[in-house]
């Protein structure tokens, strides 16, 4: 799904507005937990999702994430890298890295803090919090809430669509080279690579995968 969705936004690099939401009640529960793993511990899951993030980040023209239901892990992710978020009513947001013993990309943590402030970026990742459609109003993790997320966010992307084009994509490609003039290090993101491959080279990452898959709470052991 990942190489798709940064296929279909290679081979249309025209539209004046995109938007991304979910089939049936969800708008993304996360990475397939149980099939991403090989049997001798590859992942081809996580290159393939960060080149699908990167392709939303700098995709000329805004990307409006229409969030119909809960996006959980992943999804909250893909969110995040989205320009404007609409959230259902309904809808819940987590990052449930910690149960599972995932660790988030350096570009994914630095996304994160920079949308909802440091204070909430430690709430998601260092206690699991999950958030309700309000919440997330209410922190800047969403910008508008709606009972027809879908509807809504068709709208925003039809205004934008009649807009100037040039303004519009330069104002995004702006607020982009702004966002990386405050971006990581290499020393902090080598660091947090280093921590990120620790942490998907552990046990307890074995043993994460196994409880989900078992539907059984993980006995982790810091190993």
């Known amino acids: 799904m990942c190489d798709a969705i940064r296929a279909e936004l290679r081979s249309n690099r025209d539209l004046r ?6 089939a049936g009640s969800a708008f993304c529960s996360g990475a397939d937990l149980v099939t991403r793993f090989d049997g001798e511990g590859g992942d081809t899951f ?7 993030l990167d392709a939303v980040v700098d995709y000329a023209a805004p990307v409006i994430a229409a969030i119909n239901g809960p996006a959980m892990g992943a999804g909250m992710q893909l969110a995040v890298a989205c320009d404007i978020r609409v959230a259902a009513l309904g809808a819940r947001l987590a990052i449930p890295g910690g149960k599972l013993g995932v660790h988030l990309s350096a570009k994914n ?7 909802v402030g440091h204070g909430n970026a430690r709430d998601f990742l260092l206690a699991g919090r999950v958030v309700n459609s309000d919440e997330a109003l209410h922190m800047g993790l969403v910008q508008r809430l709606s009972d027809d997320a879908l509807g809504t966010a068709l709208g925003i992307a039809g205004e934008i669509a009649a807009f100037a084009p040039l303004t519009v994509q330069g104002h995004k490609r702006s607020l982009n080279l702004v966002a990386e003039a405050t971006a990581l290090n290499k020393r902090a993101r080598d ?33």
């Open 109 to 115: 943590i630095w996304r994160l803090a920079s949308l």
């Open 17 to 22: 507005a995109v938007v991304i939401t979910g």
């Open 191 to 223: 660091e947090i690579e280093r921590l990120e491959e620790q942490a998907f080279a552990s046990a307890d990452l074995r043993e994460g995968m196994a409880a989900f898959t078992e539907k059984r709470n993980p006995n982790f052991t810091g190993e």
């Open 46 to 52: 996580r290159p393939a999702f960060e080149k699908m």
